[in-house]
């Protein structure tokens, strides 16, 4: 098990990326889903800073992890106890620039 020290971006990313190849398998197998419920923990480690810290997570955690086809439905997103070591209100500015989240 790795220590909090040890949780680069890269290792997030990596389990991201299981997640997404996972969800691809699920939906190419059954469907796309109607919608995406993602329940908190949206920025790891220590949330985000500012609304380009958000932003960068989004697209690199999301947009470019995610098969397209997936990103064109509607994300439901709750905040985390991660999310809220950051700047929550940072996360609900990009929500409200970014309407499928």
Not at 15 to 39: D, T
Request: charged share 25%; glycine share 6%.
């Amino acid at each position: 098990m790795l220590r909090s020290s040890e949780l680069t971006d890269e290792v997030m990313f990596s389990n991201q990326k299981r997640v997404a190849a996972a969800m691809k398998r699920r939906a190419l197998q059954e469907g796309k889903p109607e919608f995406v419920i993602s329940v908190g923990d949206q920025a790891y480690y220590n949330g985000v800073t500012n609304l380009t810290d958000a932003t960068e997570r989004f697209v690199g955690g999301f947009d470019n992890m995610y098969d397209k086809s997936l990103l064109q439905e509607q994300w439901y997103l709750t905040v985390g106890n991660h999310d809220c070591m950051g700047n929550v209100s940072a996360l609900y500015e990009f929500a409200d620039a970014h309407p499928k989240w």
